[in-house]
């Protein structure tokens, strides 16, 4: 899992289209999340429709147990697109991408999504997060946490 929480880990997140990210102190510690550390992704104002942010793993991510991703999400609106895609680097053409849609706002929320027939590719180890996917940037800034597979 990734939870953002261990200090000796830098968390390296690299933004494109106009996005960004960091590790910050839980703005929000209630509910269902009430970690210490987040991350922080905001789309700049007019940033790309297809923005995000990635961060590789250290070694290659094993799905032959489930391929159920589960991922916490605070976002400030309701039916947001929070697209969630996982990647080979080395060859961008492994990769599987699933959308799921926020259900509130201003709380933490856990989506839930099925990356069934990812087990078929090779070395992947790159986590990409799309957050409001599908629309330019206007600033706003979500929060994500507890990224897993299965329970």
Known sequence: P???EASDIV???QGFGGAGAEVIDNPDASGLNTSAKVVSSTKEFGSETWGGVFIDTAQPIDFSGSQEIKLKIW???????ILLKFENP???DDNLEVPDITTVANQWEELNYDFSGIENFTNISRVVIFCDFGNAGDESTYYFDDIRIGN
Not at 75 to 81: E, F, I, L, T, V
Request: overall charge negative; glycine content about 6%; proline content about 12%.
């Open 90 to 92: 080395d060859n961008p």
């Open 75 to 81: 976002s400030p609106q309701a039916g947001a697109s």
């Open 2 to 4: 990734l939870n953002f």
């Open 11 to 13: 968390y390296t997140f």
